[in-house]
């Protein structure tokens, strides 16, 4: 996926974004919600259709735009799973039809195709969504349809829904361990850059907190609009700053510009490391190892991570897309959401979202990562938290784990710096 081949579109800033988003899912619930036989308006549990041989489920990605560099290769693990499942005699003895649809890295939209999925297709779940903006943009749309979304990408915490299970880490599973990491290091002394939306404000705000409880300093703190190519002034700011690290939670393509202009402004993952929480093996590809060899990331899973589980989906996934295409964490997160959503449904013996939530407390699966465990009563999953140093081969090797599975604390509950930021 070159980053020539993307739409020019970009998508709204930070929480002006979300406001719009919100503001079309209000009018598309008021005047294009469609009743079911019974009357019922669009604010009752929309009909699943599980009338022929098949279920549907929804696929909602960025296939285009800015965020086409991530998203499009979580669509292609969803497709994986779904074979598998299909190919293994289905769900309930249905096979999964996926209905895919482009939320062309703008927030209105996704919240637009999330209705379509749940009114039209009538799905049973939708997997996908991948900045924090777009998920907020599509909430109010499943809470209102009483319909069930399966978010498999890191985020900033401090949220949880009824009807979304939240696959990918949250901040005591990520962004927490790389500061701890940080600290054992030594690198006490940091800089924080980001995209303007939800996810980096939010998460900078906890990394604040943590750096005053913890001896820490932040030396400055940049945002530069999703899909920015333009970080020339930024990394200049950085090199004079003469931080420790930079803590990066930029997203999307802008992190091809950012590390380009960070080389030229002579600074190297030697002289001032960057810790990034968005930049997976998929991303290293396309920006390119000249510019990454030594940073590091902070995720719950590598193409590298040991096991027989991982050995076995690295196998499929290069089978069915190319021996050249790496995996990655959110790639790995959406397909384990899928057999989460498959081990729920069995349990229950139902596709009612009712019941498949009901069944979700300690669903567990043997997944790439490592065993994970379904809690129930935040609808999050406990991971291993890993920090991975990028190589020249474009692998990201891990350099640290966290031993076991963390427990989800997605109000970070257990951190007494954190009290006032939820």
């Known amino acids: 996926m070159s980053s020539g081949s993307r739409s020019s579109r970009v998508p709204r800033r930070g929480f002006l974004a979300v406001g719009a988003a919100l503001t079309a899912v209000v009018t598309l619930s008021a005047c294009g919600a469609k009743t079911d036989a019974a009357g019922s308006s669009s604010d009752k549990a929309a009909k699943i259709d599980v009338s022929g041989d098949t279920v549907k489920v929804g696929l909602l990605n960025s296939l285009s735009g800015t965020m086409a560099i991530s998203e499009v290769t979580v669509r292609d693990s969803l497709k994986l799973a779904i074979d598998e499942i299909n190919a293994s005699g289905g769900v309930l003895g249905k096979k999964i039809k996926p209905i895919s649809e482009d939320g062309a890295s703008d927030w209105p939209t996704f919240a637009e195709k999330a209705q379509k999925l749940i009114k039209e297709d009538g799905v049973a779940a939708t997997f996908g969504c991948w900045t924090s903006a777009s998920r907020k943009a599509v909430k109010p749309v499943f809470e209102k349809n009483k319909s069930l979304l399966f978010y498999p990408v890191q985020y900033e915490g401090l949220e949880q829904s009824p009807y979304i299970f939240y696959t990918g880490a949250t901040t005591n599973q990520q962004i927490v361990p790389a500061l701890d990491y940080l600290k054992s290091k030594g690198l006490k002394k940091l800089y924080l850059v980001g995209s303007d939306y939800v996810f980096p404000r939010t998460a900078n705000k906890e990394i604040k907190a943590y750096a005053k409880a913890n001896g820490m300093t932040i030396l400055g703190e940049d945002y530069a609009p ?7 002034t930024i990394a200049n700011k950085v090199k004079a700053s003469k931080a420790d690290a930079v803590f990066n939670t930029l997203n999307g393509d802008s992190n091809v510009a950012f590390f380009k202009e960070y080389k030229s402004a002579g600074l190297t993952a030697k002289s001032m490391p960057v810790v990034s ?4 093996e998929e991303e290293v590809k396309s920006i390119g190892t000249q510019y990454l060899a030594g940073q590091l990331t902070a995720w719950n899973y590598y193409q590298t991570t040991a096991g027989a589980a991982n050995a076995k989906f690295v196998k499929a996934y290069k089978a069915k897309y190319g021996q050249d295409k790496p ?96």
């Not at 999703?226 to 020339?232: K, Q, R």
């Not at 929480?277 to 997976?280: G, K, L």
């Open 226 to 232: 999703l899909g920015s190519t333009e970080f020339s």
């Open 277 to 280: 929480v968005s930049i997976a």
């Open 327 to 422: 995996t990655s964490d959110p790639m790995e997160a959406a397909y384990t959401s899928v057999y989460l959503w498959k081990a729920m449904v069995e349990k229950a013996k139902s596709f009612d979202p009712e019941k498949v939530k009901a069944a979700s407390d300690g669903i567990t699966f043997d997944a790439p990562e490592g065993k994970v465990t379904v809690d129930g009563a935040s609808q999050h999953v406990y991971k291993t938290a890993r920090i991975g140093e990028i190589g020249t081969d474009g692998q990201i090797k891990e350099v640290w784990n966290s031993g076991k599975p963390v427990k989800p604390d997605p109000f970070l509950k257990g951190y007494s710096w954190a009290s006032g930021l939820s």
